[in-house]
């Protein structure tokens, strides 16, 4: 069993799930597309905004509290929406819901999801938000009834997987649903005999939000070619808000057009993302993209996602503009090494981090995280070349 108690940063949470889960499972958590150029770049793409402490500041109560789209948070996170959670630990997405609920943030249920809506909305308390992939355009109907009818309080719709990313890794290991078993994958579960323990007696994990929708020929051939409908654009998104009563939140936006362009389709809120690095490689990281995004109507209202290892580095996105952060892998190491109470410790090194470090910023409420704090370092590079 992993000693929580010996893990003291989302590093050693990486290092617990690797330890636990098969090769082919672990990378198909940590994979990205291509050269995985993202990967690596998301997460040092936050090491280059450095740090302009202020001093001499009442420090005596710190309030790392928020509001994210009008929703209260015990720090600027939301538990991001990830797929196939059941693999990492049994019935994952009710561990991930629950953590965040303890945690104090929102939690997003992936369409992708092997606990279905019903039931992480009848076993996991706090706020949930629910992701929706248009894999055809009845089954998104649905899937939005279906979310709107169990209180789930916003709705995010992903616009960035319409063709799935080339993951060598998944295709070297011969990745699939159901697990393809060789000589190779046997020795890795032989290896690993916590997890295989918990597969042998879970079951291969099933897609849980389309075990009971009755699919058409259309939807069935995209689930078989894992893609989304390739045909929906922005008029389609139109008619997905007038399903949905509450916000709607557009994630895998990087373009400033596409953020203006989502003004006019009544969208309350973006989530600047490259999918984690997995879709197209090469692609700017969000945080990058966040210095650059100019919205005044949308002001309070931009989420970031990719990349969030450290406390730190949700004080940057914050200090940059965004309302929030979206928490996928950090997270999902800690389900990996100890379900819920690894996620949850996972989200809890983070919030004490960002408290931290907004301690040492001289801030002592969320709001005084603003841009005059950070910096790029090619800024600094370029006044001492002066």
């Not at 090494?337 to 996972?346: R, V």
Request: aromatic letters at 6%; proline letters at 4%.
């Amino acid at each position: 069993m992993t000693r929580l108690n010996k893990i003291y940063n989302i590093k050693g949470m990486r290092d617990a799930a690797k330890a636990r889960l098969p090769r082919i499972v672990f990378d198909y958590l940590e994979g990205g597309a291509e050269d995985e150029c993202d990967l690596t770049e998301n997460n040092i793409s936050y090491d280059r905004w450095k740090f302009k402490p202020r001093r001499l500041v009442d420090l005596s109560t710190v309030d790392p509290t928020t509001e994210i789209l009008g929703s209260p948070a015990s720090f600027p996170g939301v538990v991001a929406p990830t797929g196939l959670n059941s693999l990492f630990w049994p019935n994952g997405d009710i561990a991930l819901a629950r953590a965040a609920a303890r945690a104090g943030i929102p939690f997003v249920l992936s369409t992708a999801s092997n606990d279905s809506l019903e039931t992480v909305a009848a076993q996991a308390d706090g706020e949930r938000w629910f992701q929706l992939y248009v894999i055809e355009k009845t089954l998104a109907t649905s899937l939005v009834k279906r979310a709107k009818s169990l209180g789930y309080s916003k709705l995010v719709i992903t616009s960035d997987v319409v063709f799935n990313g080339k993951r060598e890794r998944d295709l070297k290991n011969g990745f699939g649903l159901p697990m393809r078993y060789s000589l190779k994958t046997i020795f890795d579960g032989v290896t690993h005999p916590a997890w295989t323990m918990d597969y042998l007696k879970h079951g291969t994990p099933k897609l849980g939000n389309l075990a009971n929708e009755e699919l058409s020929p259309e939807a069935r051939a995209a689930l078989l070619r894992r893609s989304m409908d390739a045909s929906f654009t922005w008029n389609d998104l139109a008619m997905i808000r007038d399903l949905w009563p509450g916000q709607i939140i557009l994630k895998g936006i990087l373009h400033q057009e596409d953020v203006e362009k989502s003004q006019q389709y009544g969208i309350d809120g973006v989530v600047l993302s490259n999918h984690g690095g997995r879709q197209l490689d090469t692609t700017m990281s969000p945080v990058d993209a966040l210095a650059k995004i100019s919205s005044e109507s949308l002001e309070g209202r931009i989420l970031v996602d990719g990349g969030i290892r450290r406390g730190r580095d949700i004080v940057k996105a914050k200090a940059l503009g965004a309302s929030s952060v979206l928490i996928g892998r950090a997270a999902l190491y800690g389900l990996a090494a100890a379900g819920e109470e690894g996620a949850f410790k996972a989200l809890t090194v983070l919030k004490e981090e960002f408290e931290g470090c907004m301690k040492q910023l001289g801030c002592s409420t969320v709001n005084q995280l603003t841009s005059d704090l950070v910096e790029h370092a090619s800024q600094q590079e370029n006044s001492r070349s002066i």
